[in-house]
């Protein structure tokens, strides 16, 4: 048999519909064959329960069975086969009894019947009418029980067909899965590539940009100095001031540079202060003029009580510098530039419709120009950083996203209107700062610098020859005594040799294994109260590795200039 129970071989339906006899005393077997022939039945004669049990397993639809066929070992055998029946099968037996009524023999037969478990009890003689009634109803019965078993069989083929199905499935989302991994593993691997190769443009644009901008600033540094040589030999030294005013323009604008990158990396951090734009914008005039040259007419006008703003000064004039310098550029035949100051308050209804504003007081700089303007789409993109229209090399992609950083940085917001062959307005919104501004700087700038006590001393520690012959001649315009060293072991030296030092100045990056910083706490191990001042190319906040200063210990940022410089050294010896 399979699985359901049917037999394992094929057979005729008519084979399956055939009755088993068993009825191995005298001719009471033909006669019950006999019978169910003339009632149109096929049966099967079996000569002992074995036989029977033979057919039994062939396939029949039912079987009858003299009693006496079952005395001895025929009922176990039989037993044996009824309990080993698939689920589907029940098989029917109608078993022929005698008139024998002794109470042995009635146990005996209410054991069978549970033995047999579908049997139905004839008493002999029989007569054909009974005899075929019975194997009629037994075959109705057992062709349901067929009906099941088909219904069964169908249902585990199904089964198997699912299970085939499944696994065929899992197989194909198995390959169909290694693929999309596949797949992602070399798109992920092709936009690493593309990362890469925006870097590698970023990065390229970059150096271009900042080759560019400071050749140029370099041009007219070296060419100042130059023509400074010059006029100097020939004793025209009345016009030196013109050319130290370029000189120093140009190192201006490329101090501005080297603060945007700074910022750009998120290492240069605001100083904000209660700030007069309109006395800053009027401080930038002469540079302003000497960045755009004669080609261009520069405006400048401002309300007549413009409030104080609470921002970074020199971050604000590297934001002008940088605005002024694109609008330059927009205008290679000459033009006009206007830069205008003003006040105004943004409303709840004005701030409802740019979801990026907020309500209040705001100071506006506005910066426009009569240039080539920008597309739409040019416009919606010129705050992102390395985004540039100019050649390859012609800029740094950073100028107008380091103003919008500063802007945002500083609690504003920026606008941008401009049109294709009408010009460029950009205009920034700065909180109004309500308090006075202070006036200390301008002071201080302005006192004059108190000389060194006798005996004061100062130790200048910079790998850069260049610095420290500048910085010492500021120590010796002042009257201060001073001692040079090139690293940090020979300042060392110097600290440990039982000179007093009133003052360490220091650069952060030294060579040769030790740090400004590592020599400072070094210094300070023999003079607890040593005073020390770095001076550093990179942003305050990277200087001193972890951003924080002992007692003491102050930061000066590369380019300074040097009355700042000589007041920074008065103040921290005194």
């Known amino acids: 048999m399979d699985e359901t129970g049917a037999p394992s071989a094929v057979l005729d339906r008519r084979d399956e519909d055939r009755f088993a006899v068993l009825a191995p005393i005298g001719r009471d077997a033909a006669a019950i064959a006999g019978v169910l022939e003339r009632a149109g039945y096929a049966s099967v004669i079996c000569g002992d329960a074995a036989a029977l049990v033979a057919a039994l397993d062939a396939g029949v639809a039912a079987a009858f069975i003299a009693e006496e066929g079952l005395f001895g070992a025929g009922e176990a055998v039989l037993a044996a086969w009824v309990d080993a029946q698939a689920p589907w099968s029940d098989l029917p037996f109608i078993v022929l009894t005698s008139r024998q009524v002794r109470p042995e023999v009635e146990r005996w037969r209410l054991r069978m019947i549970a033995t047999l478990r579908n049997a139905s009890l004839i008493e002999r003689p029989l007569d054909g009418l009974t005899l075929s009634s019975a194997a009629g109803s037994a075959l109705r019965a057992r062709r349901r029980q067929y009906e099941v078993r088909h219904h069964l069989a169908a249902r585990a083929q199904t089964a198997i067909m699912l299970e085939h199905l499944v696994e065929d499935r899992t197989r194909e989302l198995a390959h169909a899965n290694a693929a999309l991994h596949q797949q992602i593993a070399e798109r992920e691997r092709t936009e690493e590539a593309l990362r890469q190769a925006q870097k590698m443009e970023a990065v390229g644009q970059l150096t271009g940009g900042l080759a560019h901008d400071f050749n140029n600033m370099l041009a007219g540094i070296t060419g100042s100095l130059e023509i400074m040589r010059r006029r100097i030999a020939q004793g025209r030294h009345g016009e030196l001031g013109r050319y130290v005013d370029i000189a120093t323009v140009s190192a201006t604008r490329a101090a501005a540079l080297t603060h945007r990158l700074l910022a750009f990396s998120r290492r ?18 002469a540079l302003i003029g000497g960045t755009v040259g004669p080609a261009i007419r520069v405006e400048t006008t401002h309300a007549p009580d413009v409030w104080p703003i609470l921002c970074d000064p020199h971050q604000l004039e590297s934001a002008v510098l940088n605005l002024v310098i694109n609008a330059r550029d927009a205008m290679p035949e000459g033009g006009r530039l206007s830069i205008e100051l003003g006040n105004t308050v943004l409303d709840d209804a004005y701030v409802a419709d740019h979801a990026d504003l907020e309500p209040g007081d705001y100071v506006v700089l506005s ?13 919606s993109r010129a705050f992102d950083p390395f985004f540039t229209t100019k050649p390859l090399g012609a800029g740094t992609g950073l100028g107008l996203s380091m103003v919008y950083g500063f802007t945002k940085q500083s609690s504003g917001h920026l606008r941008i209107y401009s049109e294709l062959g009408s010009g460029t307005t ?8 309500h308090g006075g501004v202070g ?14 006590q006798p005996g004061e001393t100062v ?20 009257g ?21 030092i009133n003052l360490l100045i220091t650069d952060v990056g030294l060579p040769n294994g030790m740090n400004g910083r590592q020599l400072a706490d070094a210094a300070r191990q023999n003079q607890h109260d040593l005073r020390v001042l770095f001076i550093t190319g990179y942003a305050e906040k990277a200087a001193v590795g972890n951003g924080l200063l002992d007692h003491g210990m102050e930061v000066m940022t590369k380019p300074f200039a040097l009355h700042a410089l000589a007041s920074k050294i008065r103040e921290m010896i005194h």
């Open 367 to 379: 910066i426009s120009d009569s240039g080539t303007g920008m597309s739409p789409e040019v416009a």
């Open 426 to 433: 950009i205009r920034i919104y700065l909180p109004r700062h």
């Open 439 to 452: 006036s200390a700087d301008a002071a201080g700038l302005s006192a004059e610098i108190p000389r060194a």
């Open 480 to 500: 201060y005594a001073s001692l040079e060293a090139e690293d940090g072991r020979a300042a060392l030296r110097i600290l440990r040799s039982g000179n007093p």
């Open 459 to 478: 130790l200048i520690v910079d790998d850069e020859a260049a610095i420290r012959m500048l910085v010492r001649e500021v120590l010796d315009d002042l």
């Open 268 to 285: 240069q951090t605001l100083s904000p202060k209660p700030t007069d734009a309109t006395a800053l914008v009027r401080g930038m005039e």
